[in-house]
Antibody, heavy 116, light 108 residues
Framework: EVQLVESGGGLVQPGGSLRLSCAAS????????MSWVRQAPGKGLEWVAN????????YYVDSLKGRFTISRDNAKKSLYLQMNSLRAEDTAVYYC?????????WGRGTLVTVSS | EIVLTQSPGTLSLSPGERATLSCRAS???????LAWYQQKPGQAPRLLIY???NRATGIPDRFSGSGSGTDFTLTISRLEPEDFAVYYC?????????FGQGTRLEIK
């Protein structure tokens, strides 16, 4: 089955760190750009970052540069998002998506809650 | 960054009716690099349209996209019960990728 499954979300204190993972199956993961998109509770969608097929190019929304790092392991068919110095406003469901610009396959998301 | 403004915020229609959703960009969206997504409660978004007018795989032909420059439209020709959801437009003409705030399509 073609799917993406995120994991690694949870409750973290302000200033803490979290690493999200996205496991891909059913398609040639190494042939696709991959992205992270987040959605705060009750709010709209916000693109976070994307990464080239071999990991050589990475792009971020300006507001998150320096705190978040996207990476991938094609041998493990996995995408990652390392999140540091987390703030309350980072609370959201984080989705991984297949694609560089538009996203034709999404995971179900993982909830990150930043709160003391 | 390109700001996308969707209208109306909420659209109340009945099954069988035609829905017209608008997305206006603050700057020209080059080459029609605009997509539309549908999101139902508790679910991930689903890609409906890319390149302003191209239906994604498996999307029924009652969904159509049009427009260019700064004005884009998603049309649902005859609403089915499963079409009531939130719809987002998204531009990928320039970085950063941005989304509109969404239009809620509700049953009248």
């Amino acid at each position: 089955e073609v799917q993406l499954v995120e994991s690694g979300g949870g409750l973290v204190q302000p200033g803490g760190s979290l690493r999200l993972s996205c496991a891909a199956s059913g398609f040639a993961f190494s042939s696709f750009w991959m992205s992270w998109v987040r959605q705060a509770p009750g709010k709209g969608l916000e693109w976070v970052a994307n990464i080239e097929k071999d990991g050589s190019e990475k792009y971020y929304v300006d507001s998150l540069k320096g705190r978040f790092t996207i990476s991938r392991d094609n041998a493990k068919k996995s995408l990652y998002l390392q999140m540091n110095s987390l703030r309350a406003e980072d609370t959201a469901v984080y989705y991984c998506g297949r694609g560089k610009w538009n996203f034709d396959l999404w995971g179900r998301g993982t909830l990150v809650t930043v709160s003391s | 960054e390109i700001v996308l403004t969707q209208s109306p915020g909420t659209l109340s229609l009945s099954p069988g009716e035609r829905a017209t959703l608008s997305c206006r960009a603050s700057q020209t969206v080059s080459a029609g690099y605009l997509a539309w997504y549908q999101q139902k409660p508790g679910q991930a978004p689903r890609l409906l349209i890319y390149g302003a007018s191209n239906r994604a795989t498996g999307i029924p032909d009652r969904f159509s996209g049009s427009g260019s420059g700064t004005d884009f439209t998603l049309t649902i020709s005859r609403l089915e019960p499963e079409d009531f959801a939130v719809y987002y437009c998204q531009q990928y003409s320039s970085s950063p990728i941005t989304f509109g705030q969404g239009t809620r399509l509700e049953i009248k």
